[in-house]
């Protein structure tokens, strides 16, 4: 009996010293691997656009975060569940035969909805959570007449979570923002944004960016055009930050009578948009959101977004939809010299991804 209870013990010994050890060295890998980009990159422009100007005054734009083709109607995610050391029983990757029926539903948008732009999030290349397919290269396969750039903001080796469940990991990313256009830019570069979390999350979280595209006009002035994807999991210091850090940009380019349209991912509501206006009662469930600040810009620049329509719902259960909390994060922002002619959301009842595309029609005013 005594000889039994000394092997038990010395297993369990063994056990921690090796889940010690696996937790260190996967520590130690992370942050020796970790992806530090630099503050500004210029970006390689694949494809070929039908035309070196822009000389229309009406232009279109569709916005959508694809949540990289595995985050369905279908799906939860256990680290919006409170997951890290486990899964809690929630989904850690989806399966494959997911992953291909929303990229097909990602294909089918982009082939029934025609745009001049198209500005996606969270675009795999290389993720063992998307089962490696190259997402960025069959939308631009679909689109030809289109120029593209890859702005890379999520770059890991291995993510090791769920931490307890290695067998079961996240495992490697290469994930960004895929900006698709009729027109041949200019000039496209990569901007990284401030802030980052405490070690050791910042080694296995996204480095957020901007990617900001200049289009030469036949009208004299430059067409800016931005793709964002602004920080999730944080109490709003980071989103702070990365918004201050765009606005000095924005306000350059405006100064100097350029056109600029941003749309993207802001994971924050627009000013003044109450964040339960389609889940009344969300946040005696733990659910809530914050809004831009009204005063972030002057008053004649424009918020544009379709309010009857929800862009975003959250993971913690499979999308449900009279009890999945709905939200609206996804959006533009336009300057006074741009008129914005309609927007309107998709609705798709969150097949495809927990994000929903909006599509935008402006008219760049020349006078």
């Known amino acids: ?85 486990t899964d809690k029983g929630k989904m850690v990757r989806a399966k494959k035969e997911w992953v291909n029926k929303n990229i097909d539903g990602a294909l089918d948008f982009i082939k029934n909805n025609q745009a001049d732009f198209y500005l996606f999030q969270e675009v795999d290349r290389n993720s063992k959570r998307s089962y490696h397919i190259n997402q960025y290269d069959k939308y631009l396969g679909i689109l030809p007449g289109y120029a593209s750039t890859y702005s890379v903001n999520y770059k890991v080796g ?86 201050e850090y765009m606005k000095n940009l924005l306000i350059e380019e405006y100064e100097k009578g350029n056109y600029v349209v941003v749309g993207g991912d802001w994971n924050q509501c627009p000013p003044y948009f109450k964040y339960d206006t389609f889940s009344k009662g969300a946040g005696g469930k733990g659910y809530s959101q914050l809004n831009i600040d009204p005063e972030f810009l002057p008053a004649d620049w424009i918020w544009a977004y379709d309010p009857v329509v929800p862009t975003n719902r959250k993971l913690t259960d499979t999308y449900v939809k009279e009890e999945s909390f709905q939200t609206l994060i996804d959006y533009y922002l336009v300057s006074p010299n741009v008129e914005v002619v309609s927007v309107k959301g998709v609705d798709q009842d969150f097949q495809f991804s927990d994000h929903q595309p909006v599509m935008l029609k402006v008219r760049l005013k020349t006078e």
């Not at 210029?42 to 232009?59: M, Q």
């Not at 734009?61 to 409170?82: I, K, T």
């Not at 570069?189 to 901007?210: A, E, H, K, N, V």
């Open 1 to 85: 009996m005594k000889k039994s209870l000394v092997f038990v013990f010395k297993l369990i010994l063994a056990f921690i010293i090796l889940a010690v050890l696996y937790v260190g060295i996967t520590m130690l890998l992370g942050t020796i691997n970790d992806f530090k980009p630099e503050e500004v990159i210029e970006l390689e422009v694949e494809g070929k656009a039908a035309e070196n100007v822009v000389s229309d005054t009406f232009l279109t734009f569709a916005n959508w975060n694809v949540g990289y083709g595995g985050l369905g109607a279908e799906s939860n995610f256990f680290y919006d569940a409170g997951g890290f050391l």
């Open 158 to 243: 291995r993510v090791p979570l769920p931490i307890l469940q290695p067998w079961k990991v996240m495992g490697k990313m290469d994930s960004g923002l895929g900006t698709y256009t009729r027109f041949s830019p200019n000039q496209s570069t990569r901007f990284q944004f401030p802030g980052s979390y405490s070690w050791p999350t910042r080694i296995f979280q996204l480095d957020r960016c901007m990617a900001v595209h200049r289009f030469q006009t036949a009208f004299g002035k430059e067409l800016i055009v931005i793709n964002t994807h602004n920080s999730a999991y944080d109490d709003g210091s980071m989103k702070k930050q990365q918004m």
